[in-house]
């Protein structure tokens, strides 16, 4: 997608989320959702958005509003389907007295429970709309076909019928996101004739990340932000650097581990950055056992918790990598 296109894109995304509907998240009603499910046709909150991305990417396409880029697709599905009190007529059309939908100040178990039974499990639509066979008409069947509204719904829960196997992320829970943005490379190793082709991929758990290519560049630029769930127990970032080839094995270039519990610890201990000024919360310190190049210091600016990290690629001839981590926790 063109710059222009993108742009055009995330402004109908924003005017779609000035209407009413949607000025509140549509499973637990907050106010001001930033998170959306692109496959469903939800705007959601941010601790909504940690139970969506734990159900995977067959149930729930989770994008940020403002973060993330969107597909022409995608866009174009939220349109059609019309925002949150479009979508809840299907989704909440029939709630037993059994059932009672979450507020604003409800417990992760509770917002689990609703949504799984929401959208997963099926059980408040109507029950001429509901999946119950185990079989897909089509092989490639598509989330974002652009017909009518019932038959987007239709295609959600078909792509999500078709893995009779739970995935694993459905049974975690998450704590929070990391926003990495990765910025910059610096005298990366050689893996072709004279330069390579650079990306790089971040792992936490069963989760995987991947930065854009960037051709025949041994000093790449990247300003990318990729996103991570961070679960209750969860561990280093693994990142791995490799050189891209057309016909071949791509070529590791370097890796390295990223500690990510000074960032948390020291953003828990402070609760909502809000309301605190610019500070220093807190320090990773360079040591021999980690890849650091000097010592990352955690700040809180402009009320978010941020961390400039510096490291040295680990197995590698050459090469360092600059990032700034961001911690997006689920719990304010």
Same mark, same amino acid.
Request: proline residues 4%; hydrophobic residues 35%; charged residues 25%.
């Given at each position: 997608m063109s710059h222009?296109a +993108?742009s055009?894109g995330?402004r109908?995304i924003?005017?779609?989320?000035t209407?009413?509907?949607?000025r509140?998240c549509?499973?637990?009603?907050?106010?001001d959702?930033?998170?959306?499910s692109a496959n469903? %046709?939800v &705007?959601i909150?941010?601790?909504?958005?940690?139970?969506?991305r734990?159900? %995977?990417?067959h149930?729930?396409k989770v994008?940020s509003?403002?973060?993330?880029?969107?597909?022409?697709?995608e866009?174009?599905?939220?349109?059609? /389907?019309?925002?949150?009190?479009?979508?809840n007529s299907i989704?909440? +059309?029939?709630?037993?007295d059994s059932?009672?939908?979450p507020g604003?100040?409800?417990?992760?178990?509770q917002?689990?429970?609703? /949504?799984?039974?929401k959208?997963e499990?099926q059980?408040?639509l109507?029950?001429s709309?509901? =999946?119950?066979?185990?079989?897909?008409?089509?092989s490639k069947?598509?989330?974002?076909?652009s017909?009518?509204?019932?038959?987007?719904i239709?295609?959600? &829960?078909r792509?999500?019928s078709s893995?009779k196997?739970?995935?694993?992320?459905g049974?975690?829970?998450?704590i %929070?996101?990391?926003?990495v943005?990765?910025?910059?490379?610096?005298?990366l190793?050689i893996?072709?004739?004279?330069t390579s082709?650079p990306y790089?991929?971040?792992?936490?758990?069963?989760?995987?990340?991947q930065?854009?290519?960037?051709?025949?560049?041994?000093?790449?630029?990247?300003?990318?932000?990729?996103m991570?769930?961070v679960?209750h127990?969860?561990?280093s970032v693994k990142?791995?650097v490799?050189d891209?080839d057309?016909f071949s094995?791509?070529?590791?270039?370097?890796?390295?581990?990223?500690?990510?519990?000074p960032? /948390?610890?020291? +953003?828990?201990a402070?609760?909502?950055?809000?309301?605190?000024?610019?500070?220093?919360?807190g320090?990773?310190?360079?040591?021999?056992?980690n890849?650091? =190049?000097?010592?990352?210091?955690i700040?809180? +600016?402009? %009320?978010?918790v941020?961390?400039?990290?510096?490291?040295?690629?680990?197995?590698?001839?050459?090469g360092e990598l600059?990032?700034?981590?961001?911690w997006l926790?689920?719990d304010?």
């Amino acid at each position: 997608m063109s710059h222009s296109a +993108a742009s055009s894109g995330k402004r109908r995304i924003r005017d779609l989320l000035t209407q009413s509907d949607n000025r509140v998240c549509a499973d637990c009603g907050a106010p001001d959702p930033k998170w959306a499910s692109a496959n469903i %046709g939800v &705007f959601i909150c941010l601790k909504c958005c940690g139970v969506h991305r734990s159900l %995977g990417n067959h149930v729930s396409k989770v994008l940020s509003v403002t973060l993330d880029e969107w597909s022409d697709e995608e866009v174009d599905s939220m349109i059609e /389907i019309g925002g949150n009190a479009s979508a809840n007529s299907i989704y909440e +059309a029939f709630i037993p007295d059994s059932s009672s939908k979450p507020g604003p100040d409800a417990s992760h178990d509770q917002r689990m429970r609703f /949504i799984r039974s929401k959208y997963e499990f099926q059980e408040f639509l109507k029950p001429s709309l509901r =999946i119950t066979s185990g079989k897909t008409s089509s092989s490639k069947s598509s989330s974002y076909r652009s017909s009518s509204l019932s038959t987007n719904i239709i295609d959600s &829960f078909r792509t999500n019928s078709s893995s009779k196997q739970p995935q694993l992320e459905g049974m975690v829970e998450f704590i %929070g996101l990391l926003k990495v943005t990765l910025k910059k490379g610096t005298n990366l190793a050689i893996r072709d004739m004279m330069t390579s082709d650079p990306y790089v991929v971040l792992t936490l758990g069963q989760q995987t990340a991947q930065s854009t290519v960037m051709k025949s560049n041994l000093n790449p630029v990247w300003n990318e932000e990729l996103m991570l769930s961070v679960p209750h127990d969860y561990g280093s970032v693994k990142l791995q650097v490799f050189d891209y080839d057309t016909f071949s094995a791509d070529d590791i270039m370097g890796e390295a581990e990223i500690d990510i519990q000074p960032l /948390i610890t020291s +953003a828990m201990a402070f609760g909502d950055p809000e309301m605190f000024g610019d500070m220093q919360i807190g320090k990773w310190l360079k040591s021999n056992d980690n890849a650091l =190049i000097e010592d990352s210091i955690i700040n809180i +600016a402009d %009320g978010k918790v941020k961390q400039e990290v510096q490291i040295k690629l680990q197995n590698v001839e050459s090469g360092e990598l600059e990032l700034e981590l961001e911690w997006l926790p689920l719990d304010q």
